[in-house]
T-cell receptor, first 113, second 114 residues
Framework: GQQLNQSPQSMFIQEGEDVSMNCTSS?????WLWYKQEPGEGPVLLIA?????ELTSNGRLTAQFGITRKDSFLNISASIPSDVGIYFC?????????????FGTGTRLKVLA | GAGVSQSPRYKVAKRGQDVALRCDPI?????LFWYQQALGQGPEFLTY????????KSGLPSDRFFAERPEGSVSTLKIQRTQQEDSAVYLC????????????FGPGTRLTVT
């Protein structure tokens, strides 16, 4: 099935460091969602983006809707051990008509205390 | 309840058995989605309901997969004659409206076909 490209695939960082990850597509999207998933749980919504260029924050998390509408970015500032998990982007196409979301391949984050 | 619930959380089926997975969306949510998540992958779309109408079933992998939402609330995903490749986590999500709305996920049902 179709999935969006996320990078990096995985990263180990020290506690307190900032983290950046991105999601890219060859198609235009009109909505981007960012999720975090921990083992054995469903994805938890972190941030929703609805307009090209939009920058939205949720605590230490900041996400941006790329101006080309083909990408999105997530930053985590001052990471802490509980940030460990898999982060997924999800995009909804402008022409989908069915409102389904296409998910990225995920970025696995591990924080070293 | 406050969130999306799914049952059972875990299901083990022998190859060839039929299974039924249940989703209770957030109360009042119009849209309901089913996704399949293979190990190490992101969720992949299966089907979408707007109230009781199934508007998109393009992601269902075969005619062994069937979903319904007869009263526009609870939904059931049924898999007939299960195969080993059906082993995955099945996630349900709901959203308040139609269109560009946030989706909220349940905990998923982990299906293992032996």
């Amino acid at each position: 099935g179709q999935q969006l490209n996320q990078s990096p695939q995985s990263m180990f960082i020290q506690e307190g460091e900032d983290v950046s990850m991105n999601c890219t597509s060859s198609s235009i999207f009109n909505t981007w969602l960012w999720y975090k998933q921990e083992p054995g749980e469903g994805p938890v919504l972190l941030i929703a983006l609805y307009k090209a260029g939009e920058l939205t924050s949720n605590g230490r998390l900041t996400a941006q809707f790329g101006i080309t509408r083909k990408d999105s970015f997530l930053n985590i500032s001052a990471s802490i051990p509980s940030d460990v998990g898999i982060y997924f982007c999800a995009g909804q196409r402008a022409t989908s008509g069915t409102y389904k979301y296409i998910f990225g391949t995920g970025t696995r984050l591990k924080v070293l205390a | 309840g406050a969130g999306v619930s799914q049952s059972p959380r875990y299901k083990v089926a022998k190859r060839g058995q039929d299974v039924a997975l249940r989703c209770d969306p957030i109360s009042g949510h119009v849209s309901l989605f089913w996704y399949q998540q293979a190990l190490g992958q992101g969720p992949e779309f299966l089907t979408y309901f707007q109230n009781e109408a199934q508007l998109d079933k393009s992601g269902l992998p075969s005619d062994r997969f069937f979903a319904e939402r007869p009263e526009g609330s609870v939904s059931t995903l049924k898999i007939q004659r299960t195969q080993q490749e059906d082993s995955a986590v099945y996630l349900c999500a709901s959203s308040t409206g139609t269109g560009a709305y946030e989706q909220y996920f349940g905990p998923g049902t982990r299906l293992t076909v032996t």
